[in-house]
């Protein structure tokens, strides 16, 4: 069986990502690009595209098209759910990247399309297919950390601010490190607990170095004019079953612990942590023991990757999971939830109180 696939939003994360990783499937045919900006679309169809591919700059003409199976969304996050949703309403399986959407009100209507058309739709977190959270989540699978009652979601850069596009651009993200990067850190947190029921979120969005012009930073000074989310954040959960955790997000910050997409989890039995490669930490016979897990971990995303393939561990199994009809590992479900808790903290942030799920 051979799926067409359809790429809506052909930039950074989909010419990182995405479509190298789909390219490399035989299951799969790239086969219509759509950018509103159309040589970008083009030079997309150039490098990945099937034979006869089309280039597209509105996403509706894209959907139309009824051979197409699968369509992957990696737009800015203020339009996953209006083109997740066409997409499904027209018969197609949807990726959409991270975060799911800009509300959980989005959201919500995103998996109510999915189940109302019976198309699947999954979330981009490849985090979770990296060697030390597969991994990790295999040894709370098991229990090895007996009940995790207290866990740190990180995700800290001390300068890395993204200047291009739209990162920067409350209205069209709906924020700044929290929902872009500290969505991977909250995402990997919350499967490792298997613990999906927040009870209430308190927290803060900084906007303290955002104001600095010529400011050191990985991909050149950022413009303070249009710098118009957060620089950081930091939000605490309370779960219904009393589990507590701390989220941690920065795109500048003056600290040196430093850290993306990396997980703590404090349990009964055990305890691990992502800080220098995964450790594994508990007692056995009356004494403590550290165990280094020795495996391969990159850093920032597709700047300085590991060996292995986190994007292709993840379109792999998204493709077999429509192929073989099962549920892919990322469920929007799931997805909802972290999109929830995000919303909570920065609602929490501009009114200075916490803020209560049901």
Not at 11 to 24: D, R, S, W
Not at 44 to 59: L, P, R
Not at 118 to 135: E, V
Not at 331 to 348: D, N
């Amino acid at each position: 069986m051979t799926l067409n696939i359809g790429i809506i939003g052909c930039g950074g994360i989909a010419q990182g990502k995405h479509m190298p990783a789909l390219k490399k499937l035989n299951e799969v045919r790239l086969v219509a690009f759509c950018d509103i900006i159309v040589e970008r679309a083009e030079q997309a169809k150039a490098d990945f595209g099937s034979e006869g591919a089309e280039v597209y700059i509105d996403y509706r003409e894209l959907l139309k098209d009824k051979n197409i199976d699968v369509i992957h969304v990696c737009t800015p996050n203020i339009s996953h759910a209006e083109i997740s949703i066409a997409a499904m309403e027209a018969g197609k399986h949807v990726m959409c990247e991270k975060p799911m959407a800009k509300t959980t009100e989005e959201a919500q209507a995103m998996i109510d399309a999915s189940k109302r058309t019976g198309r699947k739709l999954t979330i981009g977190y490849q985090n979770r297919f990296r060697p030390d959270s597969a991994y990790l989540h295999k040894v709370c699978e098991q229990q090895g950390l007996g009940e995790v009652y207290y866990a740190r979601a990180k995700a800290i850069r001390r300068r890395a601010v993204p200047t291009w596009g739209v990162f920067l651009d409350e209205e069209a993200q709906g924020g700044g490190p929290l929902i872009d990067i500290g969505t991977h850190a909250l995402d990997l947190t919350l499967w490792m607990m298997n613990n999906y029921k927040p009870k209430y979120a308190v927290g803060n969005a900084y906007h303290k170095l955002s104001g600095r012009k010529n400011a050191a930073n990985a991909w050149g000074p950022w413009n303070p004019e249009t710098f118009t989310v957060e620089d950081s954040a930091i939000g605490f959960v309370t779960m219904e079953n009393g589990a507590t955790i701390v989220i941690e997000a920065s795109w500048a910050l003056n600290t040196l612990d430093v850290g993306e997409a990396k997980t703590l989890l404090c349990g009964t039995e055990g305890g691990a942590d992502m800080e220098n490669g995964l450790r594994i930490n508990g007692e056995n016979f009356g004494k403590l023991y550290t165990n280094h897990i020795e495996l391969e971990t990159g850093g920032v995303d597709f700047y300085d990757g590991a060996k292995d393939d986190p994007a292709l561990a993840e379109a792999s199994q998204w493709i077999d999971s429509i192929i073989n009809d099962t549920e892919p590992v990322v469920k929007p479900e799931e997805a909802l939830v972290v999109t929830r808790i995000l919303e909570a903290i920065y609602k929490s942030s501009e009114t200075g109180e916490p803020v209560y799920f049901n």
